[in-house]
């Protein structure tokens, strides 16, 4: 899996594959308000439903080299903190190279999605996987457009319908990342 940062770190956090056992951990990002949203995901299902269709994307993106969301885990206490990684999306009907985050609510503010999206964007460039990566972020999601930013992307346009969610789509190209 060449997206795969697994065995990979950062200051403060470690990289590695969803697995199965995770799931418990990872229901609890579906009980915040407006992550269904945000997530383009029908809020009228349960939080196990949500949860359940996360994993099945996921493991999907493994199995057909579509790209690696990875498990963040805490250095220091081993927890489950959330999961960034390289994603191929298509958009308007061109594959992209996109750095997704989501963290789990109890971590945000604290710099995760921002430290495991920087080192994303790095570990992209330096392997040459694209010349260019985004990320798509729901319009209302003001956390996640900082995240961008910060990584040094910029507002590229806006999709006014993207899996029927409105989002902004974030930008840096290779030669503008150092």
């Keep these: 899996m060449k997206y795969s940062l697994e065995g990979k770190e950062t200051e403060r956090l470690k990289f590695r594959l969803l697995k199965l056992e995770d799931f418990d951990d990872?229901?609890?990002l579906f009980k915040e308000k407006n992550v269904a949203k945000f997530l383009g995901m029908d809020p009228n299902l349960s939080e196990k439903e949500m949860c359940e269709i996360w994993f099945e994307k996921t493991f999907n993106r493994y199995e057909n080299d579509l790209g690696v969301m990875n498990v963040l885990i805490d250095k220091k206490?081993?927890?489950?903190?959330?999961?960034?990684?390289?994603?191929?999306?298509?958009?308007?009907n061109v594959e992209?190279?996109?750095?997704?985050?989501?963290?789990?609510?109890?971590?945000?503010?604290?710099?995760?999605?921002?430290?495991?999206?920087?080192k994303?964007?790095?570990?992209?460039?330096?392997?040459?996987?694209?010349?260019?990566?985004?990320s798509m972020v729901h319009v209302e999601n003001i956390g996640s457009e900082k995240v961008a930013l910060k990584n040094g992307m910029i507002l590229e346009q806006r999709i006014d319908s993207y899996e029927g969610s409105p989002m902004?789509?974030?930008?840096?190209?290779?030669?503008?990342?150092?």
């Design 168 to 178: 902004n789509i974030f930008r840096i190209n290779k030669k503008n990342w150092k």
């Design 96 to 118: 992209r190279l996109e750095i997704g985050y989501s963290i789990l609510p109890k971590y945000w503010f604290k710099g995760y999605a921002s430290e495991s999206a920087i």
């Design 26 to 28: 990872w229901i609890n």
């Design 77 to 92: 206490t081993n927890l489950l903190i959330g999961q960034c990684g390289l994603l191929i999306q298509s958009i308007q």
């Design 120 to 134: 994303c964007k790095n570990y992209a460039f330096e392997n040459n996987l694209s010349d260019s990566l985004i």
